[in-house]
């Protein structure tokens, strides 16, 4: 038996006036997707606890049938992973945004959207001055990643750290526009984070990237902004949990990061940029042609999250039926004609075009495929799940669902 998921990140959403009061998931040209609800079944699940913050590490974890709850321990370890960093018992990782940040009001949590090379420079300061050392910095390793997205590492050894669970850091993205004078690091270890982020503003002022981008009307990256820290997550392999292989085509880290920890081959699409740009065909070839190494192939697309974040309706309705036509369509033909096969359409998480960020709530699902049984529903969308029977609270049960 073969298995395909395809994770339309944040598409979820809510009726749209200037839609005749039609969600994007309805609104969008989406024949493959209902295809698979008219042959199957249209649930809903909820991959985000109320005690959890919407994010689409949490609820992806939750999607590849792990309990947030019981797993989750922070992004940054996710990201971390991603990038191949190995993290020890004792260690931390943290993510280390470059922000401008003015008359204390967050103006910008990527620091004007700063090239790499730039970032590198930074980081490559605030590791020398700030690093071991110096009183305060034995075991910290600043990460340099891509643009405004770096990692803190922080090297326990045998010392145990000054973090705990209630360590308490507010993502940059949240406060955009916004006072930051609240939102500081707090509780164990805190006075750490705070410290380094106070450190790097003055290490940051005249600097010779800041002093060029100025110039240049580009806005500075003017301190070091610390957040999302954990702990490496103890994940069981998938295929111990599950007892089937998987690989995950997706253009973002968070992703990456997931498939490594679980024990999920990633495979890398060239063209798959995680924007709306993304070149969905490449996508779906790929995963047709990981099938015969795989018993299951995920593919995630961030595009419709993306869209939602630039509150833009007529772009969520183009990556959906992009996604349809180029990845759903063709992989679902694909599974037919090889034999057994299941296929699972769901977002991880709503992402409404009214609030432009992510929400709690509970996703529609459409699954088809041996061995289930057709229900009622004749499209995939949200009013057609919220009217199932079948519902997922915890949503990470999903999984046991689609593989049984
Ligand atoms: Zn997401």
Redesign the pocket.
Known sequence: MKYAIIIP??CADEPQETLGGRTPLQAAETPAMDAIARAGVVGRANHVPASLPP??DV??LSLLGYDPIANFTGRAPLEAAAQGIELGPNDWAIRCNLVTVEDQIMRDFTAGHITTDEAKKLLATVQEKLGPGHPGGAGLEFVPGVSYRNLLLWRGQRQSAPFSRDTRTTPPHDLTDKPVIDDYPRGPGSDVLTRLMAESVSLFADHPVNVARRKAGKLPATNVWLWGLGRAPALKPFSELYGKRGAMITAVDLLRGLAALIGWRRIEVPGATGYIDTDYAAKGRYAIEVLGDTDIICVHV?AT?EASHQGDAAAKIEALSQIDRHIVAPLHAALKAQGDYRILVT???P?PLRTKT?SHGAVPFALCGSGVAADAATTYDEPTADRSVLAFDEGWRLMQYFLQ
Do not use: C
């Open positions: 990140d944040g994010g689409s609820a992806n961030e999250d977002p991880d998480h992402t992510h």
